[in-house]
């Protein structure tokens, strides 16, 4: 017996409906996946990654954890990257975060959250060094906007010095890192201006990064 057979009906509904649109679509992703991109966003249902950009399955591959974070110790997404870079030679890393941000949000509260702190720490630290500067903001709003901001770009320095992509770049890989934010109100992806391609760009963002 199904469990959840609404979710069923709904994968043979689209399954029926792509295959219609476009005959052998199965047969053709059965083959191999080669996406040009891989995303590295939040975990937060409402930010689908696939349908914000408008591409198909294969042609983006996808990361996606709490407050889309890039930490070095975090295997899991280290794969990923690893996987993305050597293996499928994608050419652009987007890292995405959203406005209103929970997990964003959490770390900028002053009260505990049980263990999403410690995977949160990296963000409260971002937090209590640019706080002087969030406080001259007009409300909560904009102030933890600003926050989902500034934490795209630190997780943009993060994938930048992680050894894949040092790496890559040692052997003139091409590669490109972007910053987006995602806005849930109305559906816009924004692109922050935080593109890096090699060291000197990073170096230069790094620089940025701390003097703001």
């Known amino acids: 017996m199904k469990t959840l057979p609404e979710l069923f009906a709904n994968n043979d509904e689209w399954r029926h409906r792509t295959e219609q649109n ?12 080669s996406p040009r991109f891989l995303w590295i966003g939040c975990a937060d249902s409402r930010v689908p990654a696939n349908q914000i950009v408008g591409l198909m399955p294969g042609e983006l591959f996808v990361h996606r954890n709490v407050a889309n974070l890039v930490n070095h110790t975090d295997l899991n997404l280290l794969s990923v990257l690893q996987f993305a870079v050597d293996v499928l030679k994608v050419e652009h890393i987007m890292v995405v975060g959203h406005y209103g941000c929970g997990g964003v949000r959490a ?11 410690n995977w949160l720490r990296q963000v409260r630290e971002l937090y209590l060094r640019n706080r ?13 906007d600003r926050m989902c901001e500034l934490n795209v770009a630190r997780q943009v320095i993060n994938v930048a010095n992680t050894t894949v992509v040092q790496e890559a770049w040692r052997r003139e890989q091409p590669l490109s890192i972007h910053g987006w934010i995602y806005s849930i ?5 924004s692109d922050l201006d935080l593109g890096v391609n090699n060291n ?13």
């Open 22 to 33: 476009q005959p052998g679509f199965f047969k053709q992703l059965e083959g191999q996946q």
């Open 107 to 117: 770390a900028t509260e002053d009260q505990p959250h049980g263990l999403i702190d």
């Open 132 to 144: 002087k500067a969030l406080a001259e903001l007009p409300d909560d709003g904009a102030r933890l």
């Open 185 to 189: 109100a109305n559906g816009k992806l």
């Open 200 to 212: 000197p760009e990073l170096r230069t963002l790094e620089a940025d990064s701390y003097n703001g």
